[in-house]
Protein backbone atom coordinates (compact mmCIF):
# COMPACT_ATOMS: atom_id res chain seq x y z
CA UNK A 1 0.00 0.00 0.00
CA UNK A 2 1.37 3.18 -1.06
CA UNK A 3 1.95 5.66 1.90
CA UNK A 4 2.04 9.68 1.17
CA UNK A 5 2.83 11.94 4.12
CA UNK A 6 2.63 15.55 3.76
CA UNK A 7 4.66 17.69 6.23
CA UNK A 8 5.31 21.66 6.80
CA UNK A 9 2.03 23.02 6.88
CA UNK A 10 1.10 26.09 9.16
CA UNK A 11 0.07 29.64 9.47
CA UNK A 12 1.58 32.37 7.65
CA UNK A 13 0.92 36.20 6.72
CA UNK A 14 -0.22 37.60 3.63
CA UNK A 15 2.73 37.57 1.37
CA UNK A 16 5.10 35.12 3.13
CA UNK A 17 6.23 31.63 2.09
CA UNK A 18 5.46 27.95 3.45
CA UNK A 19 7.36 24.68 1.70
CA UNK A 20 5.10 21.48 1.75
CA UNK A 21 7.23 18.17 1.76
CA UNK A 22 5.37 15.14 0.88
CA UNK A 23 7.18 11.45 1.80
CA UNK A 24 6.02 8.77 -0.35
CA UNK A 25 6.84 4.98 0.47
CA UNK A 26 6.15 1.50 -1.14
CA UNK A 27 6.34 3.00 -4.33
CA UNK A 28 8.74 3.37 -6.76
CA UNK A 29 8.97 7.20 -6.59
CA UNK A 30 11.00 7.95 -9.61
CA UNK A 31 8.26 6.20 -12.17
CA UNK A 32 4.92 8.23 -11.45
CA UNK A 33 3.38 11.69 -11.69
CA UNK A 34 2.86 13.62 -8.57
CA UNK A 35 0.62 16.18 -7.38
CA UNK A 36 -0.92 18.62 -4.99
CA UNK A 37 -4.57 19.21 -4.95
CA UNK A 38 -5.87 21.65 -1.75
CA UNK A 39 -9.53 21.69 -0.81
CA UNK A 40 -10.62 25.26 1.00
CA UNK A 41 -13.90 25.09 3.28
CA UNK A 42 -17.06 24.53 1.49
CA UNK A 43 -15.27 23.85 -1.88
CA UNK A 44 -14.35 20.82 -3.82
CA UNK A 45 -10.53 19.42 -4.29
CA UNK A 46 -8.90 21.34 -7.17
CA UNK A 47 -5.53 20.77 -8.55
CA UNK A 48 -2.99 22.87 -7.51
CA UNK A 49 0.20 21.74 -9.36
CA UNK A 50 1.51 18.45 -11.00
CA UNK A 51 5.04 16.94 -12.11
CA UNK A 52 5.83 14.43 -14.18
CA UNK A 53 8.64 11.51 -13.80
CA UNK A 54 10.67 13.65 -16.28
CA UNK A 55 10.26 17.31 -14.19
CA UNK A 56 7.59 18.63 -16.56
CA UNK A 57 5.05 20.77 -14.43
CA UNK A 58 1.56 21.81 -14.78
CA UNK A 59 -0.10 24.88 -12.33
CA UNK A 60 -2.94 26.32 -11.99
CA UNK A 61 -3.61 29.61 -13.07
CA UNK A 62 -4.39 30.64 -9.44
CA UNK A 63 -0.52 29.71 -8.57
CA UNK A 64 1.45 30.53 -11.30
CA UNK A 65 4.09 32.30 -10.46
CA UNK A 66 4.01 31.83 -6.91
CA UNK A 67 4.17 27.92 -6.53
CA UNK A 68 6.90 25.82 -7.56
CA UNK A 69 6.66 21.92 -7.72
CA UNK A 70 9.65 19.95 -7.55
CA UNK A 71 10.83 16.06 -6.69
CA UNK A 72 13.37 14.54 -5.25
CA UNK A 73 13.63 10.70 -6.62
CA UNK A 74 16.51 10.18 -4.23
CA UNK A 75 14.84 11.06 -1.30
CA UNK A 76 11.05 10.05 -2.52
CA UNK A 77 9.71 13.39 -1.61
CA UNK A 78 7.76 16.28 -3.85
CA UNK A 79 8.02 19.56 -2.34
CA UNK A 80 5.25 22.28 -3.10
CA UNK A 81 7.32 26.21 -2.37
CA UNK A 82 4.55 28.57 -1.74
CA UNK A 83 5.45 32.19 -2.06
CA UNK A 84 3.03 34.83 -2.24
CA UNK A 85 0.98 33.61 -0.19
CA UNK A 86 -2.64 34.77 -0.31
CA UNK A 87 -5.75 33.79 2.24
CA UNK A 88 -7.31 32.36 -0.64
CA UNK A 89 -4.74 30.23 -0.75
CA UNK A 90 -6.22 29.01 2.84
CA UNK A 91 -7.02 25.40 2.54
CA UNK A 92 -5.66 21.75 3.85
CA UNK A 93 -3.16 20.99 0.91
CA UNK A 94 -3.00 16.92 -0.01
CA UNK A 95 -0.33 15.04 -2.00
CA UNK A 96 -1.25 12.45 -4.74
CA UNK A 97 -0.54 9.69 -7.45
CA UNK A 98 -1.88 7.44 -9.41
CA UNK A 99 -1.07 3.98 -10.34
CA UNK A 100 -2.50 0.49 -11.06
CA UNK A 101 -5.95 2.69 -11.83
CA UNK A 102 -5.63 3.60 -7.87
CA UNK A 103 -5.69 6.68 -7.17
CA UNK A 104 -3.73 7.57 -3.42
CA UNK A 105 -3.58 10.90 -1.10
CA UNK A 106 -1.85 11.94 1.69
CA UNK A 107 -3.65 12.72 5.16
CA UNK A 108 -3.47 16.48 4.21
CA UNK A 109 -1.38 19.38 5.88
CA UNK A 110 -3.27 22.63 7.19
CA UNK A 111 -2.17 26.42 5.28
CA UNK A 112 -3.56 29.41 7.02
CA UNK A 113 -2.90 32.74 5.62
CA UNK A 114 -4.20 35.29 7.72
CA UNK A 115 -3.14 38.58 9.49
Known amino acids: QVQLVESGGGLVQPGGSLRLSCAAS????????MGWYRQAPGKQRELVAT???????NYADSVKGRFTISRDNAKNTVYLQMNSLKPEDTAVYYC?????????WGQGTQVTVSS
Open 96 to 104: YTHLLNTDY
Open 51 to 57: ITTYGST
Open 26 to 33: RIIFSRYT
